[in-house]
T-cell receptor, first 115, second 114 residues
Framework: AQKITQTQPGMFVQEKEAVTLDCTYDTSDPSYGLFWYKQPSSGEMIFLIYQGSYDQQNATEGRYSLNFQKARKSANLVISASQLGDSAMYFCAMRGTDSSYKLIFGSGTRLLVRP | DTGVSQDPRHKITKRGQNVTFRCDPISEHNRLYWYRQTLGQGPEFLTYFQNEAQLEKSRLLSDRFSAERPKGSFSTLEIQRTEQGDSAMYLC????????????FGPGTRLTVT
């Protein structure tokens, strides 16, 4: 069975500093995709970054980068130069390996950026 | 390019009543997903459509739940005889098949059953 684990219920970071949000996953399938989504208090899930299991390089999107360590089955999100608007819930997700491509989410990490 | 929209954004209903939610996906997306998110948890998959065909239903989707996607456009999720345990955020997402890209989520419908 596939599973996503996020062990940090809450994190604080000072504005303009970098922060790492942890995510570990479990799957027996060699082909999978990993996603990070941001959920502000408004409720909408906002896509941040994607990493495919066969991608050779770590994904980056602006201030977001994904530290993909395949052997450790970890896919940590790094946010550089934190901004007050980064305060939100962050979810790590894995795309299912069946034809549904449904997403399997972790329990999330609440990030609070301090001014 | 308009995003995924959901209606209503909030719904308060009494236990035992029926409720229906609507989701309008991004127009060229032929896959549509429904998820449920309870407080403090990540979203959980409920069901999905490829065009108008409902291809998978989670065990979370009891007999009181039904979803449709007529003509492969918008989708509705109906809950009959609501229970307090149905209180949650119901999220809709759409994507291009075969789902290589990300799923785009709507703002969700927050249901409160009193």
């Amino acid at each position: 069975a596939q599973k996503i684990t996020q062990t940090q219920p809450g994190m604080f970071v000072q504005e303009k500093e970098a922060v790492t949000l942890d995510c570990t996953y479990d799957t027996s399938d060699p082909s999978y995709g990993l996603f990070w989504y941001k959920q502000p208090s408004s409720g909408e899930m906002i896509f941040l970054i994607y990493q495919g299991s066969y991608d050779q390089q770590n994904a980056t999107e602006g201030r977001y980068s994904l530290n993909f360590q395949k052997a450790r089955k970890s896919a940590n999100l790094v946010i550089s130069a934190s901004q007050l608007g980064d305060s939100a819930m962050y979810f790590c997700a894995m795309r299912g390996t069946d034809s549904s491509y449904k997403l399997i989410f972790g329990s999330g990490t609440r990030l609070l950026v301090r001014p | 390019d308009t995003g995924v929209s959901q209606d209503p954004r909030h719904k308060i209903t009494k236990r035992g009543q029926n409720v229906t939610f609507r989701c309008d996906p991004i127009s060229e997306h032929n896959r549509l997903y429904w998820y449920r998110q309870t407080l403090g948890q990540g979203p959980e998959f409920l069901t999905y459509f490829q065009n108008e065909a409902q291809l998978e239903k989670s065990r979370l989707l009891s007999d009181r739940f039904s979803a449709e996607r007529p003509k492969g456009s918008f989708s509705t999720l109906e809950i009959q005889r609501t229970e307090q345990g149905d209180s949650a955020m119901y999220l809709c997402a759409s994507s291009l098949a075969p789902g290589v890209g990300e799923q785009y989520f709507g703002p969700g419908t927050r249901l409160t059953v009193t």
